[in-house]
């Protein structure tokens, strides 16, 4: 009763504390709260207020200041945005990958993807699949997938790799038996991506806000839907640090939703949410295609 209490006498969240929340959002992991999202954040770090029963944000706010193992940060960014995903989300990179990149890795030694912000682990999984599609289970030894994201909550889920059975609808009887082993008892119902095929996925705990320029070089980058949540400058800064992890002639994916109208970038565009890094005897001679 007294937490129900404690809960109902949480004060608003005021133009203050918002810019606290907001200014610590940014600062960590870039994350742009623009005036406006007041309301979301007070339903939300409300919520997390009453599960872990402190007595008002400021003392919320304190909390996740003081905490220096970063826990309490990743929760409050997992409560500000969404972990939405699912297998082979946004088709047309997937089509894109199967025609355009895969003819070109065919006689690669390694084929190095990195999958950002990859939430609870069903894009790089897709990834994998699709590979496996094309080359075959022996090109396990040289596929090499990065899957990266700031919380340990979706990380935790990802390196299980158990999902609810409707979330592979979409996959083939031949695909299933292949690639996943199929839950029995308790677990009926429920499908696990095979220790051969989660080994070839190396997941890591990633701020994208710190410095990755030890990663890569890659083929494919797919940092999708991440950019929304970011301001101009911030999404500017990115794309460069995302293209210098490109290898030249590599690919990024982002967002359907998202565009790199507006900023700087070295890459070029080739379709809607898809660009590449331009081989070094171009970049000159295209410096100004990479505007769109």
């Given at each position: 009763?007294?937490?129900?209490?404690?809960?109902?006498?949480?004060?608003?969240?005021?133009?203050r504390e918002f810019e606290q929340f907001r200014r610590l959002a940014y600062e960590k992991v870039g994350l742009d709260l623009r005036d406006g999202k007041e309301t979301l954040v007070s339903a939300r770090l409300g919520k997390k207020i009453r599960e872990l029963h402190f007595r008002s944000f400021q003392e919320y706010y304190r909390h996740v200041v003081e905490d220096r193992t970063g826990?309490?940060?990743?929760?409050l960014i997992d409560a500000l945005t969404t972990n939405h995903t699912?297998?082979?989300r946004e088709p047309a990179h997937f089509e894109f990958l199967r025609n355009t990149?895969?003819?070109?890795?065919?006689?690669?030694?390694?084929?190095a993807i990195w999958s950002a912000a990859c939430s609870t682990g069903e894009e790089p999984y897709s990834i994998a699949f699709e590979l496996l599609n094309e080359f075959g289970e022996p090109a396990l030894s040289k596929i090499r997938i990065l899957a990266t994201d700031i919380s340990t909550r979706v990380l935790a889920t990802a390196q299980r790799g158990a999902y609810p059975a409707d979330r592979f609808e979409g996959m083939s009887p031949l695909q299933l038996r292949r690639y996943l082993l199929r839950g029995e008892q308790r677990y009926a119902g429920w499908y696990r991506v095979k220790p051969e095929v989660r080994a070839a996925v190396e997941f890591r705990r990633l701020n994208l806000m710190e410095n990755f320029s030890h990663l890569g070089?890659?083929?494919?980058i797919f940092c999708r839907n991440v950019m929304i949540y970011f301001d101009k400058p911030t999404q500017e800064d990115l794309v460069q640090r995302l293209a210098r992890c490109l290898e030249p002639g590599g690919y990024l994916f982002i967002g359907?939703?998202?565009?790199?109208n507006g900023i700087e970038h070295p890459l070029q565009y080739l379709q809607p949410a898809?660009?590449?890094?331009?081989?070094?005897n171009h970049t000159s001679a295209q410096r100004g295609l990479g505007r769109r």
């Open positions: 009763m007294s937490s129900l209490l404690e809960a109902a006498d949480i004060r608003p969240l005021s133009a826990e309490a940060l990743t929760a699912s297998f082979f990149i895969q003819p070109q890795v065919r006689g690669r030694e390694q084929i070089p890659f083929v494919v359907h939703a998202e565009s790199l898809v660009y590449r890094k331009m081989e070094a």
